[in-house]
């Protein structure tokens, strides 16, 4: 199976991702430049974290006018897994692919830490191989990562199930105190309506092997290839 | 022809940054601060010749100016889901 990485001026987990998906999963990957406009045969496609040309305006604003962008939108709009990682996220939610929006974090600082985060559905193509209520330490890095949605449309989320991931203590329980940045509801990851674009904060690529830390973040990877392969593959 | 255009945080969006400065100011001395919120202010200069706004008398000139930088703002300057704005087009 194939993952393309879409490399923005500025991305920093591009490498990350490619080395987790190709070294640690051992799957096909390719870096992707965010001026091509096609996504070179993608089975998946990853947009990772950074700073996407320079963060200027707001996290992810510009770097919704990339021309890659069309052909997500278009691989996304057929159902193409697509998962947006800390500024990947933030960019899926600029370019309206997921809805809501991020506020600087509540304590107005960049955090870079490992956290707990509870897996609440295994029904995307980035949980698939994840157990319920399964707790994942995953490294978060963000300044801007306090997620925001107007409560008719964060009751919306809650409802059709849209929270993938939740920032929780070690045992799984959601506290104000495990809350790295102030986000509604303790949300760390959603999904769109059609389940296949998952944005999340923490990096599930920098946790991929026991030397960084963790481990558990291979897991999400390596749902997207469990998916794609008991699924329909779909080309871009 | 100039248009102004500020950008703030919702009133029901929290404000981390404006709280901060409310509390820096509070430590100056300045007791009487209740509330600070930060935003963001764009001069967008626009080319007198635009055709779109050509030959129309000042009035007409001047709401077809802020219809475009409304849009501007709507499109990118802000992001309506958190942010709101106001647009203001001088002479």
Redesign the interface.
Known sequence: MKFSIVVFPGSNSDYDAFYAVSRVVGEQAELVWHKDTDLKGADAVILPGGFAHGDYLRTGAIARFSPIMAAVKSFADRGGPVLGICNGFQVLLEAGLLPGAMVRNDRVKFVSKIVPVRVEQTDTPFTAACASQQVLNLPIAHGEGNYYAPPDQLEALETNRQVIFRYTDPAGEVGADWNPNGSLNSIAGICNRQRNVVGLMPHPERASELALGSADGRIVLASAVKSVMEGVRLHA | MKALVYVT?KP??????G??VAEALATLGYQDVKDVRQGKFFEVELADADPATANLSTEAHRAKVEARVTEMADK??A?P??ESYRVEVLQ
């Open positions: 945080l029901s969006v929290f404000d981390p940054q709280h901060v990118l300057l992001n889901v958190i």
